[in-house]
């Protein structure tokens, strides 16, 4: 169905739908007009009981770049894009809030939750604004292999975390990949409660439609694309310290 024919269609849908993850960037500078207008769009967000428990920290200074690089594992996009977010979950605020009053902030895994949460709605705010200006975008999870350095690098309080970051500028048309076909409708989308339907089928339909995508672009993956890549990063705890370190950190799991 092409655009015209559409039933519905807006900026918003068109943009999102038409998103793909930019890793390779050009020199040119993002106007500083545009970058605020992306982050004061962004900061519309929705935002749990109006607590804003999130903080957004924009970097540029190269050297600081190439150092938060290495602590995410070497991703040298942190450092050849114009200007690098940190999305933090922030609960220093209502600690401060609460101490204005006589009180303490019970620190739970409802706050560590509502920050996260918060931090992770207005940075997909800010990268589909920026995405509608017709800037490139990647996020960066990689940012939490080492959050108290990350933290400690940017100047972090207690009670602040980088949840992750997200690499801004203008795309290398050149080298921008084509869409990733996502899993088949029916594995995501469920109406009036959860299909309990056996996933397996789908899930080798979506490795063979993975593999072909990557096939097209000389990647040699074997045909489970996508169950196979799983099985193989989630079979061992993923950064298993981070528990330890966000409580050390100031934030509750549990």
């Not at 040119?28 to 519309?44: H, N």
């Not at 006589?102 to 995405?131: C, F, H, P």
């Amino acid at each position: 169905m092409t655009q015209e024919t559409k039933p519905f269609s807006s900026t918003v849908a068109d943009t999102l739908s038409q998103r793909v993850t930019v890793r390779f960037f050009h020199e040119k500078p993002i106007p500083e007009q545009m970058l605020q207008t992306i982050l004061e769009a962004a900061r519309r967000s929705p935002t749990s009981s109006n607590m804003q428990t999130y903080s957004i920290i924009v970097v540029r200074d190269q050297a600081v770049k190439q150092q938060l690089a290495v602590l995410a594992g070497n991703q040298k996009h942190i450092e050849t894009c114009p200007v690098f977010i940190a999305f933090c979950a922030d609960i220093s605020r209502l600690e401060i809030a609460c101490e204005m009053h006589g009180r303490s902030l019970a620190k739970t895994l409802e706050t560590t939750l509502v920050a996260t949460v918060d931090a992770a709605l207005v940075g997909m705010s800010a990268e589909t604004v920026a995405e509608s200006f017709g800037l490139g975008a990647v996020m960066i999870g990689g940012i939490r292999n080492h959050p108290r350095e990350a933290a400690e690098l940017l100047g972090c309080p207690p009670g602040v975390y980088v949840v992750y970051g997200m690499c801004l500028g203008w795309p290398q048309e050149e080298k921008v990949p084509p869409q990733k076909p996502r899993m088949p409708d029916e594995l995501i989308i469920h109406y009036e409660s959860y299909s309990t339907a056996d996933p397996r089928p789908l899930l080798a339909q979506y490795d063979e439609a993975l593999a072909a995508h990557y096939g097209k672009q000389g990647r040699n993956l074997n045909r489970a694309a996508y169950t196979g890549v799983i099985a193989n990063r989630l079979d061992k705890p993923s950064r298993p310290h981070l528990r330890n370190t966000l409580e050390e950190m100031g934030f509750r799991l549990v």
